[in-house]
T-cell receptor, first 110, second 114 residues
Framework: QKEVEQDPGPLSVPEGAIVSLNCTYSNSAFQYFMWYRQYSRKGPELLMY????GNKEDGRFTAQVDKSSKYISLFIRDSQPSDSATYLCAMSGGAQKLVFGQGTRLTINP | EAGVAQSPRYKIIEKRQSVAFWCNPISGHATLYWYQQILGQGPKLLIQFQNNGVVDDSQLPKDRFSAERLKGVDSTLKIQPAKLEDSAVYLC????????????FGPGTRLTVL
């Protein structure tokens, strides 16, 4: 079993739709949870950073962490074609290395 | 603020050849990481430096991969000899401090081994 599981998609939705991306994990030591966005032929860029359980909102993006279920989500409201990218969840226990999910390839259709 | 720089951006070699990648982190960042990202997968940490010391190289295939960060600034990652399964994007990242601090990634070097 992988430490972090993420549905690779691909996921294709119309512009303006609400997008839900999810990851599950098995390591209960994880405390820091991140979402990275990676455009084609670019390096990942940090989108959201959450410590422990709860919600965090930044503009059209909302990150949720449910440590009891070992489940994290990223919601994108009013999705735009510029949101088309691969979204990677990542997590760590602090001093431990960052462990990434497989990435979900998302396409927003105009 | 300049980002993480990597070169070359692309490299094509034949199996059993050697190759080296270079990374210059964001100025002042003490921690430097090398990741391997195989097509369709998330990045996998190969090695982590804190200044010029190795913190974690548990997933580095040491029989063929080596890395150094002399003077605690830029770093090189070498593969010798390369195998077909080494075809991947090699990403360098840096962070200000060790631990859960935000990592900033470079554009990567895309390696194709024929």
């Amino acid at each position: 079993q992988k430490e972090v599981e993420q549905d690779p998609g691909p996921l294709s939705v119309p512009e303006g739709a609400i997008v839900s991306l999810n990851c599950t994990y098995s390591n209960s030591a994880f405390q820091y949870f991140m979402w990275y966005r990676q455009y084609s032929r670019k390096g990942p860029e940090l989108l959201m950073y959450t410590y422990s359980s709860g919600n965090k909102e930044d503009g059209r993006f909302t990150a949720q962490v449910d440590k009891s279920s070992k489940y994290i989500s990223l919601f994108i409201r009013d999705s735009q074609p510029s949101d088309s990218a691969t979204y990677l969840c990542a997590m760590s226990g602090g001093a431990q290395k960052l462990v990434f999910g497989q990435g979900t390839r998302l396409t927003i259709n105009p | 603020e300049a980002g993480v720089a990597q070169s070359p951006r692309y490299k094509i070699i034949e199996k059993r050849q050697s190759v080296a990648f270079w990374c210059n982190p964001i100025s002042g960042h003490a921690t430097l990481y090398w990741y391997q990202q195989i097509l369709g997968q998330g990045p996998k940490l190969l090695i982590q430096f804190q200044n010029n010391g190795v913190v974690d190289d548990s997933q580095l295939p040491k029989d063929r991969f080596s890395a150094e960060r002399l003077k605690g600034v830029d770093s090189t990652l070498k593969i010798q000899p390369a195998k077909l399964e080494d075809s991947a994007v090699y990403l360098c990242a840096s962070s200000l401090e060790f631990g859960a601090d935000t990592q900033y990634f470079g554009p990567g070097t895309r390696l194709t081994v024929l």
